[in-house]
């Protein structure tokens, strides 16, 4: 398969968002989105996903440690079906745990400041995401 990836970590207020080249082999951090209403994130995502010639949505599951799914996975999954009928592109459903304190421990170690982290964790943490799922091969589901 190719075609363009969207990379997203969901939040109640940010959404981190990534994307990677048409050959699926690399992911980059693209923005943090603060979420508005639903009808205009609806409008931002349908956009980006135009401009950015996005074939699919690769949202991150936040799992418990021992596999097990719960309130923050059902959110994610509702905001995963939410995308796909908003922008008509289907979406798969990725491994999140750790990604957002492994983006906070880069991003230290980078030298930043709170500030500076805080601007750059989410979409960080979106490219993490989208990055292992790249390296999987692309699982399906």
């Not at 699926?24 to 010639?53: H, I, M, N, V």
């Not at 936040?62 to 097990?68: A, E, I």
């Not at 750790?98 to 750059?120: D, F, I, N, S, V």
Request: charged content about 25%.
């Amino acid at each position: 398969m190719t075609g363009r990836l969207l990379g997203v970590d969901t939040g109640t207020v940010r959404v981190g968002l990534a994307v990677c080249d048409a050959d699926r082999t690399l992911a980059s951090p693209l923005e943090t989105y603060t979420r508005k209403s639903p009808d205009k994130d609806a409008a931002f995502f349908t956009r980006l996903c135009q401009q950015e010639s996005i074939t699919g949505i690769v949202v991150g599951l936040p799992v418990h440690m021992n596999g097990d799914e719960g309130v923050k996975a059902k959110e994610a999954r509702e905001y995963g079906a939410w995308l796909t009928s908003v922008t008509g592109l289907p979406v798969v459903y990725h491994d999140e745990r750790c990604t957002t304190a492994a983006a906070e421990e880069m991003l230290w170690a980078a030298g930043l400041t709170h500030k500076q982290r805080k601007e750059r964790r989410d979409k960080l943490a979106a490219m993490l995401i989208l990055q292992a799922y790249l390296d999987a091969g692309c699982p399906p589901g």
